[in-house]
């Protein structure tokens, strides 16, 4: 079974503290990728990855940034957090461009003070 | 622009009876589509799939439709039981074949009523 961890479940930050999301996939997937989820507006895209140290903007990619140094690790980035980047973030990952399945982790929930 | 509609924020089905969630797209480029289920606190886990090329695609109790001339896909479920109550979202892989994601509609929350 594929697996896509993340290493928080939940996430307290206060507003203006620099925020690492952590995600880790053990397939060796080529691909992957950061979104956040908010109600009533479905998942958003913020970064992709294809490859390491390849890195392309999504569709909010402001307030970010990503990280992919080892094939297996994807990190995002809040540079200076903002209570409007409270939310539920969720990492995927996938083998291979040609490919459609994306497979999830279980999401951080971070809530900015 | 949304190119992914689900306009049904919500769904109550009754258990036992047949489910159906919608989606609508505008790209008609789309050629793959996705419905991912969702439990609260949970990553979204992969469903079902269908490629442009068809229209339905069968697993078990579900069945994705795929009306290409109206740019509508469904999903079926039946029959409905209470462990299907989650949200479902459907997404559409964008076009060109590149590493990029998925585009997602905002989600219809099922919720099986026993």
């Known amino acids: 079974d594929v697996k896509v961890t993340q290493s928080s479940r939940y996430l307290v930050k206060r507003t203006g503290e620099k925020v690492f999301l952590e995600c880790v996939q053990d397939?060796?997937?080529?691909?992957m990728f950061w979104y956040r989820q908010d109600p009533g507006l479905g998942l958003r895209l913020i970064y992709f990855s294809y490859d390491v140290k390849m890195k392309e903007k999504g569709d909010i990619p402001e307030g970010y940034s990503v990280s992919r140094e080892k094939k297996e690790r994807f990190s995002l980035i809040l540079e200076s957090a903002s209570t409007n980047q409270t939310s539920m973030y969720l990492c995927?990952?996938?083998?291979?461009?040609?490919?459609?399945?994306?497979?999830f982790g279980p999401g951080t929930r971070l809530t900015v003070l | 622009d949304q190119q992914v509609k689900q306009n049904s924020p919500s769904l109550s089905v009754q258990e036992g009876r047949i489910s159906i969630l919608n989606c609508d797209y505008t790209n008609s480029m789309f050629d793959y589509f996705l419905w991912y289920k969702k439990y609260p606190a949970e990553g979204p886990t992969f469903l079902i799939s269908?490629?442009?090329?068809?229209d339905k695609n069968e697993d078990g109790r579900f069945t994705v439709f795929l009306n290409k001339s109206a740019k509508h896909l469904s999903l079926h479920i039946v029959p409905s039981q209470p462990g299907d109550s989650a949200v479902y979202f459907c997404?559409?892989?964008?076009?060109?074949?590149?590493?990029?994601?998925?585009?997602f509609g905002k989600g219809t929350h099922l919720i099986i009523q026993p």
């Open positions: 995927a990952s996938r083998y291979g461009a040609t490919y459609n399945e994306q497979f």
């Open positions: 397939m060796d997937h080529e691909n």
């Open positions: 997404a559409a892989k964008r076009p060109g074949g590149g590493a990029d994601g998925l585009t």
């Open positions: 269908i490629s442009s090329i068809k």
